[in-house]
């Protein structure tokens, strides 16, 4: 029999690693503070350079961030889902064990 | 007076560290005293810590500039504030994580403490990342308060300061020979001991860090404070079940 969706995809993994990432974008930005003294000091060169990394940054915390959200609510959804199949996952008794014996006797 | 600067670019990269060092100890931690939870259940517990970890870290951080979130928000900044560099507090990262992986046992019926095997690494990851913290100087909002001590540092201001950063790393080696030590202890008590001594420190430190004050501390210490009463009541509950089943 399948195992369900929840078990088999490595959701508290995937958390795990995105929130990580997210964490540390959040304190890249503290690179544009230097690279904004580069500006002040090197108009021409600084000022692209500082949109790179700035999209950079704001890119990956926007991509960990929604990736993280998104994967969460699936993670919640499919647990809940899990518990509720799982709970009626047991095999169905279509015959008692006297109606079994029963209808050997009949043979 | 040594002087050290502000390189704020650094931060990110021992930041990095802190976890790559942190994951590796508790690897390490983890093949020579083994697991009480199984590994499905490990990561559970590491998934609620980290997600815990990143909000309490950052809703702490903010909090603790609350004049300058008062002033984005009457300025109708906030989201600005919001994905701003900074603002994210060790303090805040363990309390959270800790509410996390409590309500994350509550969840799902982990009955066993899970937290001794994250003292050690949490020791390792804090101190690599602190060395960011003071490399970064004056950017970084860990900074001392002015001192003419002659181990003051210049953070990059001019201002000799209170090296805070490595006053808080010679602490967590010594504490990380206290939580490594494998004497018989009951299950949960490394990492208690860890979070209690680490809450006590930070409540000390902090004295030393020029930040807003409520009432003569800081929020990062009211939020220590709070930490420590809350374990003390978890152990004397503990100690009050032991005796029960005792007697």
């Known amino acids: 029999m399948n195992r369900p969706l929840v078990d088999r995809i490595p959701f508290a993994k995937i958390v795990t690693v995105l929130a990580i990432i997210f964490g540390i974008a959040l304190g890249l930005c503290g690179l544009n503070g230097v690279l904004m003294a580069i500006i002040k000091s090197n108009e021409e060169f600084g000022a692209p350079l500082l949109v790179t990394t700035g999209i950079v940054e704001i890119g990956g915390m926007l991509l960990s961030g929604v990736c993280l959200v998104l994967t969460v609510i699936a993670w919640v959804i499919l647990s809940a ?15 008692d064990e006297e109606s079994n014996t029963g209808s050997k006797d009949e043979l | 007076m040594l002087s050290i600067g502000s390189h704020p670019a650094w931060h ?36 609620a810590a980290a997600v815990g970890a990143l909000l309490g870290s950052r809703v702490l951080g903010l909090a603790e500039q609350w004049p300058t979130v008062v002033a984005a928000w009457n300025s109708r900044h906030i989201l600005a504030l919001l994905l701003s560099p900074g603002g994210k507090t060790i303090a805040g990262g363990l309390l959270g994580g800790w509410i ?41 909002d860990t900074y001392g308060k002015p001192t003419s001590l002659p181990w003051a540092v210049d953070l990059g201001d001019g201002i000799g300061r209170h090296p805070v950063q490595i006053y808080e790393i010679l602490f967590l ?8 030590k494998r004497a018989a202890r009951r299950e949960g008590t490394q990492f208690r001991i860890f979070l209690a001594s680490y809450l006590s420190w930070r409540l000390f430190i902090d004295f030393f860090k020029p ?8 929020l990062i210490q009211w939020s220590c404070l709070a930490g420590i009463l809350f374990l003390a009541l978890d152990w004397l509950r503990g100690r009050a079940t032991n005796e029960q089943t005792a007697g």
């Open chain 1, 81 to 95: 889902v899990g518990s509720f199949s799982r709970s009626g996952a047991e095999p169905q008794k279509l015959f």
């Open chain 2, 12 to 47: 990110p990269l021992f930041e990095t560290l802190a976890y790559a060092a942190g994951y590796a100890v508790f690897r390490f931690n983890r093949d020579r005293q083994g697991d009480v939870v199984a590994e499905p259940q490990r990561w559970t517990v590491m998934a």
């Open chain 2, 100 to 140: 996390g992986v409590e309500a994350m046992k509550k969840l799902t019926g982990i009955q066993r403490r899970t937290g001794d095997l994250f003292a050690l690494p949490l020791c390792v990851g804090i101190a690599v990342g602190r060395i960011g913290c003071f490399i970064a100087g004056i950017a970084d």
């Open chain 2, 173 to 180: 080696l010594l504490l990380a020979i206290l939580v490594s």
């Open chain 2, 211 to 218: 930040q807003p004050l409520i009432h003569g501390l800081n």
